[in-house]
Nanobody, 115 residues
């Protein structure tokens, strides 16, 4: 089993920045890909960014150039640096991990972009 705990969400003004953190614990040695998803009210959950164990990354078109995903394998952490935030980024952000064919989710952290 893998446990994921997100932190760093909150209220930010348009144009501002936030950094989300996700701490992984448990049977983490088999984790390969980790990612951030988000779900806005009334919408489906969508992939924001993914990073593999080797550090390869991929981003949703809507966040390219604004968000950066990173990973610290030694600390079992994954981060999402979010810059130039706007109201469309308002959502609950979830940490995701894949170990073999098993997927794990965190409980989510709310990000609200509003003036």
């Amino acid at each position: 089993q893998v446990q994921l705990v997100e932190s760093g969400g909150g209220l930010v003004q348009p144009g501002g920045s936030l950094r989300l953190s996700c701490a992984a614990s448990g049977s983490i040695f088999n984790i390969n890909a980790m990612a951030w998803y988000r779900q806005a009210s009334g919408k489906e959950r969508e992939l924001v960014a993914v990073i593999t164990r080797s550090g390869s990354t991929n981003y949703a078109d809507s966040v390219k150039g604004r968000f950066t995903i990173s990973r610290d394998n030694a600390k079992n952490m994954v981060y999402l640096q979010m810059n130039s935030l706007d109201s469309e980024d308002t959502a609950v952000y979830y940490c995701y991990a894949r170990s073999g064919y098993t997927t794990y989710w965190g409980q989510g952290t709310q990000v609200t972009v509003s003036s």
